[in-house]
């Protein structure tokens, strides 16, 4: 599986990013799909997951702010960032599950959020 990220930036607080991710496979060999996101010195982070039936899942720390989706026409997932804070600044992953359980990853987005 290959996966594009792009829709990174520099924003102000309290603005709005979409990131995009595009799949290099049908849906029918996808489970899930997702984004990690790592700031500098700090652990990774599981942003949110969607899985093929359309079942989402947030961490807290985004809850009400970040909307995942998917448009499986073309092959593409969104994460849309509203209301965006300094401590959201990291590089952000696309990532997918296949059908076989295996996890790949996109290349980073930088997402950078000042105050």
């Known amino acids: 599986v290959q996966l594009q990220a792009s829709g990174g930036g520099l924003v102000r607080a309290g603005g709005s990013l979409r990131l995009s991710c595009a799949v290099s496979e049908s849906n029918n060999n996808i489970n899930a799909m997702g984004w990690y996101r790592q700031a500098p010195g700090k652990q990774r982070e599981l942003v949110s997951t969607i899985t093929n039936h359309g079942r989402t899942n947030y961490a807290d720390s985004v809850k009400g702010r970040f909307t995942i989706s998917s448009d499986s026409a073309k092959n593409t997932v969104y994460l849309q960032m509203n209301s965006l804070k300094p401590e959201d600044t990291a590089d952000y992953y696309c990532?997918?599950?296949?059908?076989?359980?295996?996890?790949?990853w996109g290349q980073g987005t930088q997402v950078t959020v000042s105050s």
């Open positions: 990532v997918a599950w296949d059908v076989r359980g295996d996890l790949s």
